[in-house]
């Protein structure tokens, strides 16, 4: 059972968009998750939405162009992404036993994408396998993007992982840490309570990439 579950129930889908939609209504922009992902990768990239929850980030993604698969263990969070976007693929999975094959998608992502707190809400003791999952599920040179909360201000829990101990699981996963940022508008990190940390697999890239530094007005 994950933290996020213990927390909602698994029931919160409906309730959690409608938070979304009222910031939208109101003029806050709600995507810039998906626009800090697409300064990362070419036009057309695989990316993966690990954690895709109600589909927000995803659904932008791939009005942009971009080739997503959306996997969450919370039923009630997909249930809301297929209505909204029935064209997409939307996974139930478990990221700490993800595996692209057994859902019939091929690996090699371009990008692995993981907002909304993830880590932080996972089952505990389960960090380490996650990173190693979606770290597999890259290509080399793929970029495991994370953000999420640090302290209890940013947090709907107690803290669950330090950054230490997630660069130590991506390092151990063949992840190198590329940059590390405050805000998903790409504000310098300054040891504050929310992180979004960008990492590489180690390996050849098989095509040119984008800069690994997002670049926001």
Request: proline share 7%.
């Amino acid at each position: 059972m994950s933290r996020w579950n213990d927390l909602t129930g698994a029931t919160s889908g409906e309730e959690y968009a409608a938070r979304f939609a009222a910031l939208a209504r109101g003029g806050e922009d709600v995507h810039g998750e998906a626009r800090f992902c697409a300064a990362l990768v070419p036009d057309g990239a695989r990316v993966l939405d690990a954690g895709c929850g109600t589909g927000r980030v995803m659904i932008r993604l791939a009005e942009l162009g971009y080739d997503c698969v959306g996997v969450d263990l919370d039923a009630s969070m997909l249930a809301v992404a297929r209505e909204q976007a029935p064209h997409l693929p939307w996974f139930h999975a478990d990221l700490a036993a993800f595996e692209p094959a057994r859902l019939g998608v091929a690996g090699d992502f371009d990008l692995v994408v993981a907002a909304g707190n993830i880590f932080p809400l996972l089952a505990p003791g389960t960090e380490a396998a996650v990173v190693g999952r979606l770290s597999a599920a890259l290509r080399p040179g793929g970029l495991l993007v994370a953000g999420f909360g640090l302290d209890r201000a940013h947090l709907p829990v107690p803290p669950g992982i330090t950054l230490p101990e997630y660069d130590d699981h991506c390092a151990a996963a063949g992840l190198t840490l590329v940059d590390r940022f405050a805000t998903w508008d790409a504000a310098p990190y300054d040891g504050g309570g929310y992180a979004v940390s960008v990492h590489r697999r180690r390996g050849t890239p098989d095509h040119p990439e984008h800069a690994a530094h997002p670049e926001h007005p």
